[in-house]
């Protein structure tokens, strides 16, 4: 692009509002990455500048686009920067703007990320992520690399087992073009997750398809890491021949190797091999040597060497000396122990205090949204609000579609019931009527009375049932039809569940001339003239 910036189009593009706009956004960053230094820092000054003269809308991303090339082009990691972000966010949340939710709070996670505070990052992005979900995919780039990263972060904040259900929606997700570098952290992550879960064989598969890869990409250092962290994976799982000869391999790169670690884990995986073949003359020599070379720099692997030396005196029928170890291995597990608790405690802390701020935000924006209704009259109702985080959890989920399957089968119970009530009625109207010139039945006209046509309490239990089979229906009715009544509300739910008129009208309590009027302005919301076709977008819907 020389030294010419293409400002008004970059402008253009962020004023999309289509539902691809996030792509078309992200085009515009992704064009600044591409020039100088110097020119990035120019032309997000320039973006700014020119945004400043438009709408509302305009005006935030102006300053969205500026704090996302400062945080990383200016003074990279500068929490300013990230705190501007996060104010976006906040008025892209009082604006009811849902696909620039999903954008910035995509981008203030990655900020949060960068700046080691991978706990909240984790917060944002899942939430994001359910937006992403929710406006579709297809509409965001690079939703991939989001699903890597975010894997990665869960690996770290120790949560292997999400980590994993991320890590492979990415390679699942991913296309052309996605960087040989985030496949390559994405199999070591997925292996090193496996391997936290002990489950030795997948994170084999893992480092062996990275081992692979990366000789087909010709990537030595790392084809050396896959090679090195399948070592443990092969001790655990008995194939002491190919750990004997990795072990080796790991001997002869730490001779060169810049990594102090490597030794230390040879000699710890030596040692292993030895208890495993029974030979702990040779195992705790090898071990010894672990621990001396460690001198206390890498406190998780000497734990793992101290258990292991008190293993083999134990067996060996060394009380004192395996006492001595299992002491040393006792305090750091107590001192993990309470790391770990401390931890925990930290991101009960954070996911709290997100979830409150979250409440306050939404306090405030359905405050502001009350404020605009008394001025203006049919003003659109708030878009949809993102989730809270603990979302993310697949348990969690999983147990929400049991509970909507659960509701579903209610659903269609209570409309069978309805069915058959109103088949009763119409049964009773029928023997009143041809009883009519004679005394009157008591007992049927009592009978008759007790079947009252769907009460307000049965309204909402039908409402409540609707609403967990169908969670985003009447959202999603108001979205396409502004302004649409509580009757048409209702007319829509009723033809969703596939009422004929006769049961709505007598499930509402009201004539079947009502029912043609209210299914008739219906058709006028929707723009259509035809029954079978207004039936098709609400079954869409």
């Given amino acids: 692009m020389g030294q010419t910036l293409p400002v008004s189009d970059w402008v253009k593009r962020l004023e999309d509002n289509s539902k691809s706009q996030v792509i078309r956004h992200y085009s515009v960053y992704y064009d600044i990455t591409k020039i100088d230094s110097a020119s990035r820092i120019r032309a997000a000054i320039s973006i700014e500048k020119a945004c400043s003269k438009g709408n509302k809308r305009l005006r935030l991303l102006g300053r969205s686009v500026k704090a996302k090339l400062f945080f990383y082009y200016l003074k990279e990691g500068d929490s300013l920067y990230a705190s501007q972000m996060k104010a976006c966010l906040n008025e892209a949340v009082e604006m009811e703007d849902p696909y620039l939710q999903a954008e910035f709070g995509r981008w203030y996670a990655e900020m949060l990320n960068s700046m080691n505070q991978t706990e909240l990052a984790v917060q944002y992005a899942t939430t994001s992520l359910q937006l992403h979900h929710y406006l579709g995919l297809e509409n965001f780039a690079a939703v991939s690399i989001f699903y890597m990263w975010l894997g990665e972060a869960l690996l770290v904040a120790g949560y292997p087992g999400d980590a994993i259900d991320y890590l492979r929606t990415g390679l699942r997700l991913a296309d052309t073009l996605v960087k040989p570098f985030r496949f390559m952290y994405t199999y070591n992550n997925l292996g090193l997750a496996y391997r936290k879960l002990e489950k030795h064989d997948s994170a084999l598969f893992y480092f062996e398809k990275l081992r692979k890869y990366c000789m087909e990409i010709k990537k030595p250092a790392w084809q050396e890491i896959a ?39 040879a000699y710890e995986m030596m040692g292993k091999i030895a208890m495993k073949e029974k030979d702990f003359q040779k195992a705790i020599p090898a071990l010894l040597k672990s621990a001396a070379l460690n001198k206390g720099r890498n406190k998780e692997l000497l734990n793992r060497v101290y258990e292991s030396l008190a293993a083999c005196y134990e067996t060996i029928g060394q009380p004192a000396k395996a006492y001595s170890y299992s002491k040393w291995e006792r305090i750091y597990n107590d001192s993990v122990s309470r790391t770990r608790e401390l931890s925990n405690n930290r991101y009960i802390f954070i996911k709290a205090a997100y979830e409150k701020e979250q409440l306050a935000l939404k306090s405030m924006t359905e405050e502001k949204r009350e404020a605009i209704n008394k001025r203006n009259t049919g003003i659109a109702l708030l878009v949809f609000m993102a989730a809270l985080a603990a979302g993310w959890l697949n348990r969690r989920r999983k147990k929400a579609e049991k509970h909507q399957q659960l509701a579903a089968k209610e659903l269609e119970r209570f409309k069978e019931e309805v069915i058959k009530k109103n088949s009763r009625i119409e049964e009773l109207q029928t023997s009143i009527e041809q009883q009519q010139h004679q005394q009157q039945d008591a007992q049927t006209i009592e009978e008759l009375s007790h079947q009252m046509i769907l009460t307000e309490t049965d309204w909402q239990h039908f409402k409540s049932l609707f609403e967990k089979t169908h969670p985003a229906f009447f959202k999603m009715l108001r979205d396409k039809a502004p302004g649409i009544t509580e009757a048409e509300q209702r007319m829509a739910a009723l033809i969703k569940i596939r009422l004929n008129t006769k049961q709505i009208a007598a499930m509402q309590g009201i004539g079947v001339d009502s029912v043609h009027k209210t299914r008739q302005r219906l058709r006028q919301r929707f723009g259509t003239t035809s029954t079978n076709e207004l039936e098709t977008i609400i079954a869409a819907i």
């Fill in 227 to 265: 090679y090195k962290n399948r070592l443990p994976s092969f001790v655990a799982l008995g194939m002491l021949d190919s750990a004997k000869i990795v072990d080796a391999r790991l001997f002869e790169i730490a001779k060169h190797s810049k990594e102090p670690d490597d030794s230390l884990i």
